[in-house]
Structures are given as structure tokens and as C-alpha cells.
């Protein structure tokens, strides 16, 4: 089934709804965030804590599912455990100091997506999930939401995305040491 991303059904209205915290969400959104693409477990987590704050209200300069998330609070929030990387509290900030840049063809879930809304300079931010959707806190009036690069506005808005998760260290499961004597 695929998922829900429009504005006005933003906690994903298709299958049956799973309570998390205060809010309702759709165990497909769930499953899109726990899916195999994941690629590493820090992306998994990054990508789960920003899902299950689906339905939390704006707020300008928010950081918290109990007051209310900005688009950097949302993506400061849901990097909070990944002890190696420490995001600004901007998005402008984020974009300029922040990770590798990423081709839109080369995202991965947890990458960041810079928009610029409305000026000339970045000033929106949004977590990738994978298959050109995104989870992002849009703007006063609306709650954090998952939405796609698919729609022409934020396409036309797109600036860069960036990889800020550092790289893991390839697992040692199934790896063929030589040791020389």
C-alpha cells in the first residue's frame, strides 16, 4: 500500500494506526522507517525518532514533541543520539557547515534536504526516508508531516542535500582476516 503524503492527511491515512506517544501513526509509516534501506543502524534510529514525531505541532523554534518542532529542531531532535554529529540550531547553518554533499540520485534515509522557501538562502529543512519521501515540520499552522520530492513545489525548492551520519565501519560478520607469520 503505498503511503499517504498529502498535506491535509499527513499522519498517513492508509492501514491500520499504531498509538505512539500522543500520536497516531500508521504502521506503514512505521514500516517505512524500519525498512531494509535503511542502511546502518545510527540512520534507522535517526529516521524512526523523526517518524514517530508525526502529528506534533509547529512551533517556531520548537525542539520537543511536548512544545512543538521548527524544521532544524525536528532534525536536531531526531540526530540527539548520534553522539558524533552535532547539527546548529539553523538550517541556514546546517547547510553550510554540515556533512558531504549528497546527489539527489545518491540519497539515502537520514540524509538532509535544504530548501529554500520564500528568500534566497536556505532556510527549510527536511530528514530523507527514502523513495523521494521526507519527514520535515512545514510551517505555522501544520504539524510535522512526510512529504515528497515528487510534488513540483518542493522540487522547484530544492537546494542540496547532505550525508552528516558518519560511515560505519564495515561489519566484521563475514569477514576474511589473513593474518600473515
Excluded at 540526530?79 to 554529529?85: A, Q, W
Excluded at 530523507?128 to 512526510?146: E, M, N, Q, S
Aim: charge should be positive; proline fraction near 6%; include cysteine.
Amino acid at each position: 500500500m503505498p503511503l499517504e503524503t498529502s498535506s491535509k492527511k499527513s499522519r498517513a491515512t492508509k492501514g491500520k494506526k499504531a498509538k505512539m506517544g500522543s500520536h497516531k501513526i500508521s504502521e506503514n509509516t512505521v514500516a517505512l522507517a524500519n525498512a531494509g534501506q535503511m542502511g546502518t543502524k545510527q540512520s534507522s534510529n535517526v529516521v524512526n525518532r523523526a517518524v514517530k514525531a508525526i502529528g506534533t505541532p509547529y512551533r517556531w523554534g520548537g525542539t520537543s514533541p511536548t512544545k512543538g518542532f521548527d524544521c532544524s529542531g525536528l532534525v536536531k531532535y531526531a540526530f540527539n543520539d548520534v553522539s558524533e554529529v552535532d547539527l546548529p540550531r539553523t538550517s541556514n547553518a546546517m547547510a553550510e557547515g554540515h556533512g558531504q554533499k549528497v546527489d539527489r540520485k545518491d540519497l539515502k534515509p537520514g540524509d538532509l534536504l535544504f530548501f529554500n522557501i520564500k528568500s534566497r538562502q536556505v532556510n527549510h529543512v527536511a530528514i530523507y526516508l527514502g523513495d523521494d519521501r521526507f519527514v520535515h515540520a512545514p510551517r505555522r499552522g501544520k504539524a510535522v508531516t512526510i512529504d515528497t520530492l515528487k510534488k513540483p513545489y518542493w522540487d522547484s525548492h530544492y537546494v542540496v542535500a547532505k550525508r552528516v551520519l558518519p560511515k560505519q565501519p564495515p561489519s566484521k560478520k563475514g569477514t576474511v582476516r589473513i593474518a600473515q607469520r
